[in-house]
T-cell receptor, first 107, second 113 residues
């Protein structure tokens, strides 16, 4: 089955700083989801990437899909405390998820 | 609001008992996925249903079972509960298979005492 590895596992940044979270797949990525989860709550859909090279943005969050590298990255510009939470990537095929990246933004 | 409804939100039960978790997918969504999320654990895929039929199985214990009904809602049955079954259980739904957006419910927090 497809496995997704996220890095880093956790991240602490100062408010206003940029950051990047990576998601690497063990198999070809045909499509990928990004979600955000606040601790103990449901997953909020951020975006879905369907094609290699595709890039999507949602407010200050941008995600890209690199099919050849079997990788996706999620970039947050000028982070805010409201960005804090767990970010999870999930494969379109099989709906399997990475372990998540826990983001803390210090005011 | 994702449009996916899970009930109950919280459940406290004793070891050895049986519980049923319910998921109502978004209107028109045929696929339902169930996940378990334990403390400090990632989202573990349990099982998928599509239009009433089981499509894929993940790390689902034999004590657990699920079904999807003709009205497309789904139920996850957990029996002979153990302390280690305490977790958040999520369902997600999407219209079809690949290339469709998937949305999650708010989860059911199960505590086994």
């Amino acid at each position: 089955s497809q496995e997704l590895e996220q890095s880093p596992q956790s991240l602490i940044v100062q408010e206003g700083k940029n950051l990047t979270i990576n998601c690497t797949s063990s198999k070809t990525l045909y499509g990928l989801y990004w979600y955000k989860q606040k601790y103990g709550e449901g997953l909020i859909f951020l975006m879905m990437l369907q094609k290699g090279g595709e890039e999507k943005s949602h407010e200050k969050i941008t995600a890209k899909l690199d099919e050849k590298k079997q990788q996706s990255s999620l970039h947050i510009t000028a982070s805010q405390p409201s960005h804090a939470g767990i970010y999870l990537c999930g494969a379109d095929v099989g709906m399997r998820f990475g372990a998540g990246t826990r983001l803390t933004v210090k005011p | 609001d994702s449009g996916v409804t899970q009930t109950p939100k919280h459940l406290i039960t004793a070891t050895g008992q049986r519980v049923t978790l319910r998921c109502s997918p978004r209107s028109g969504d045929l696929s339902v996925y169930w996940y378990q999320q334990s403390l400090d654990q990632g989202l573990q895929f349990l099982i998928q249903y599509y239009n009433g039929e089981e499509r894929a199985k993940g790390n689902i214990l034999e004590r657990f079972s699920a079904q999807q009904f003709p009205d497309l809602h789904s139920e996850l049955n957990l029996s002979s509960l153990e302390l280690g079954d305490s977790a958040l259980y999520f369902c997600a739904s999407r219209r079809g298979g690949m290339n469709t957006e998937a949305f999650f419910g708010q989860g059911t927090r199960l505590t086994v005492v």
